[in-house]
């Protein structure tokens, strides 16, 4: 990067004022992102416990009252400043090298690399989504009023409801695709930034990247195939308002 162009970058920050403190920031909210999608995966897989499981999971983060709101802020900053500073070192990395090379060798030849930034757009949109639909009940207000027999909020038929619908699950479950696609690239790229890694053991950390990120994508493809297959039903439930 240029002289001129570091000198543009936040005076107030020196953190933020080269490219190695913005590539450790897009690392390290890399890694809370993909603990959270961790954890968040380990949750919904009590889906498979049944009704009681999920519910009850449910009702405890929502007894969490403001701490659950501070962890959605954290979340939120961190894919705010991940997807940021992602962009923004991209586009000095075009400024840096306008031409393109004829061969490629480094880390970003590989397939997931190049479409690193679409599918990072293409899964914030999906969470966008995923938030109206079973955060906000935005396109299914009346699962709201969806309760169980110990008046905590029915998130099994919720989920079971909104997957009976092959669009909602079709676009789940390619949105997980291509965040896996992410994950497989963007994990080893975490330990790179960090310098964690040595040439030596670069390949374990990419073939361990790529290994957790499809782990994640088949659990999360589960709970709607599960769901598709009638592995996981509710009987006499209302039809998808997206089907019909």
């Known amino acids: ?45 009590s889906i498979f416990l049944g009704p009681d499981a999920i519910n009850a999971y449910a009702h405890f983060l929502q007894g969490l009252g403001e701490i659950l709101w501070i962890i959605r802020l954290v979340l939120l900053t961190c894919l ?11 586009h000095e990395n075009m400024r840096a090298r306008p031409q393109k090379y004829a061969v490629q060798k480094d880390l970003d030849t ?22 109206a639909e079973f955060t906000w009940q935005y396109f299914t207000p009346a699962t709201k009023t969806w309760v169980d ?4 909020h029915d998130v099994y038929r919720m989920v079971v409801s909104a ?7 079709g676009f789940y479950i390619i949105a997980i695709g291509l965040l896996a696609m992410h994950l ?21 950390f990419e073939r361990g990247g790529k290994m957790i990120a499809w782990v994640l994508f088949l659990g999360y493809a589960s709970i ?7 592995l996981l039903r509710v009987p006499m439930l209302p039809s998808c308002s997206f089907c019909h």
């Open 110 to 131: 590989t397939v997931f690399a190049r479409w690193m930034r679409l599918s990072g757009l293409t899964v914030l949109a999906f969470v966008l989504f995923h938030l």
């Open 80 to 90: 705010i400043l991940h997807i940021w500073f992602t962009i923004t070192l991209w």
């Open 163 to 169: 997957f009976s619908c092959p669009l909602i699950s």
């Open 184 to 204: 497989s690239h963007g994990i080893a790229s975490l330990f790179q930034t960090l310098g964690i890694t040595t040439a030596k053991m670069r390949p374990v």
């Open 224 to 230: 709607p195939t599960a769901v598709l297959l009638g």
């Open 149 to 152: 027999a110990l008046g905590r």
């Open 1 to 45: 990067m240029s002289q001129s162009a570091s000198s543009q970058k936040s005076p107030c920050c020196p953190l933020l004022s080269s490219s190695i403190g913005r590539k450790w920031v897009v690392a390290l909210t890399g890694i809370v992102l993909v603990l959270f999608v961790i954890g968040h995966l380990l949750g919904n897989l």
